[in-house]
């Protein structure tokens, strides 16, 4: 079903609690894309799971562990947080962990060009390597998912890449003191609304690679990806996000619909019916 984005790159990600099937599922996706590394950023529980998930992995999973000085994103979660919790705000508060795993990459002497950081919601289906020498030719030191409407210009930080440059460290130091200070005002404010008002300050757009929505696609825009509408196909997503979900059991028959479509194309309308009857169902 897919190639890898590329040997050279390294994914990062962000495991917090069990995520269970819908993070196995991610997880795998990412694995089976052959990257060089995979780091991600743990709690105790979310070690638990790596470990788990190591077995059948050849061991490309790299922990970092949450430091001391990060322990305050956890207080107010309980000790068996799960994945289920997702779209609560003390679990947004978590999202700021993106950048601490980042940074630690970055700061890291790691082959290969990029960073790619992907939330434990996202399949990733096939090769991107195209895309990447474009990223790679840009000015810009960052790409994100492409959330925009004909009302607004907004963008996911559910899918990031980043350039490993030292113009792309600092863009990501400035964006984690400015989420970080925002916090201080809101608490729990969510890393894409804090990604996106940092993007709005100043110039910093021009530092902003935007990835293609028909190919790095978001989530609620999973009914024009099975259906084929609106310059939406199964044969060029790259990725899909299931995020405009709450709660791991439907972002899971939302990843589950577009795995299985990959596979058999004439399934999509099968699970597409399901996806709708559920929704009007709700």
């Given amino acids: 079903m897919r190639t890898g984005p590329s040997e050279n790159e ?35 529980l979310g070690s638990e799971w790596v470990d788990r998930i ?15 000085k990060h322990s305050w994103v956890l207080a107010d979660l309980a000790s068996d947080v799960k994945f289920e919790n997702f779209g609560s705000a003390k679990f947004f508060r978590l ?24 939330d434990l919601d996202v399949l990733w289906c096939r090769n991107f390597e195209d895309q990447l020498h474009e990223f790679s030719d840009s000015p810009a030191q960052f790409a994100l998912q492409n959330d925009s409407t004909r009302s607004r210009e907004y ?33 729990y404010l969510p890393d894409d609304k804090a990604m996106n008002r940092w993007l709005l300050d100043g110039e910093n757009m021009k530092n902003l690679y935007v990835l293609s929505s028909h190919q790095f696609v978001i989530g609620h825009r999973i009914y024009k990806l099975l259906l084929g509408t609106s310059g939406y196909r199964l044969s060029s997503v790259v ?44």
């Fill in 10 to 44: 390294h994914f990062c990600v962000l495991v917090i609690g069990d995520p269970g099937e819908l993070g196995n599922l991610s997880m795998q996706s990412i694995l089976q894309s052959s990257p060089r590394r995979v780091c991600a950023l743990v709690d105790n």
């Fill in 54 to 68: 190591e077995i059948g992995s050849t061991k490309l999973i790299c922990k970092h562990l949450i430091k001391e």
């Fill in 95 to 118: 999202m700021f962990l993106k950048w601490v795993v980042l940074q630690e990459c970055m700061q890291e002497n790691l082959h290969g060009s990029h960073l790619i950081f992907s």
């Fill in 155 to 187: 963008f996911c930080p559910g899918i990031m890449i980043w350039k490993k440059s030292t113009s792309a460290q600092k863009i990501l130091d400035d964006i984690r003191e400015y989420h970080l200070d925002a916090l201080t005002f809101d608490p």
């Fill in 239 to 282: 990725a899909f996000h299931a995020n405009y979900s709450i709660g791991s059991i439907e972002k899971m028959r939302k990843l589950e619909a577009v795995s299985k479509s990959l596979n058999s194309y004439h399934l999509r309308y099968f699970y597409l019916i399901k996806l709708v009857l559920r929704r009007i169902l709700q």
